[in-house]
């Protein structure tokens, strides 16, 4: 079965750090480009960060630049966003997402909750 499953989320202070995990199974990334979006309630969905599997060559929206870093473990076939300094607006629910170099997310994880307080 092909999925990816996120973990990580949770709850913290603004100026904390949380790191979301994406567990990939079920068929070789290792040509695809990983990414995450995020959700805040009442807001379109967003790109946060992306990864090249082969490179690791990387990829941040401009407001989370220098501040969340996107890695994978090959090892693990696990793809990781390390989150530093959040802030109340990085609040949303997170979605790992893969695509197959198609220009075109098509499998993406359930998604998890990421809130931050003021």
């Known amino acids: 079965q092909v999925q990816l499953v996120e973990s990580g989320g949770g709850s913290v202070q603004a100026g904390g750090s949380l790191r979301l995990s994406c567990a990939a199974s079920?068929?070789?990334?290792?040509?695809?480009?990983m990414a995450w979006f995020r959700q805040a309630p009442g807001k379109e969905r967003e790109f946060v960060a992306q990864?090249?599997?082969?490179?690791?060559?990387?990829y941040y929206s401009g407001s989370v630049k220098g501040r969340f870093t996107i890695s994978r473990d090959n090892a693990k076939n696990t793809v990781y966003l390390q989150m530093n300094s959040l802030k109340p607006e990085d609040t949303a629910v997170y979605y790992c997402?893969?695509?197959?170099?198609?220009?075109?997310?098509?499998?993406w994880g359930q998604g998890t909750q990421v809130t931050v307080s003021s």
């Open positions: 990864i090249n599997w082969s490179s690791g060559s990387t």
């Open positions: 079920g068929r070789t990334f290792s040509n695809y480009y």
């Open positions: 997402a893969a695509d197959p170099r198609t220009g075109r997310y098509d499998l």
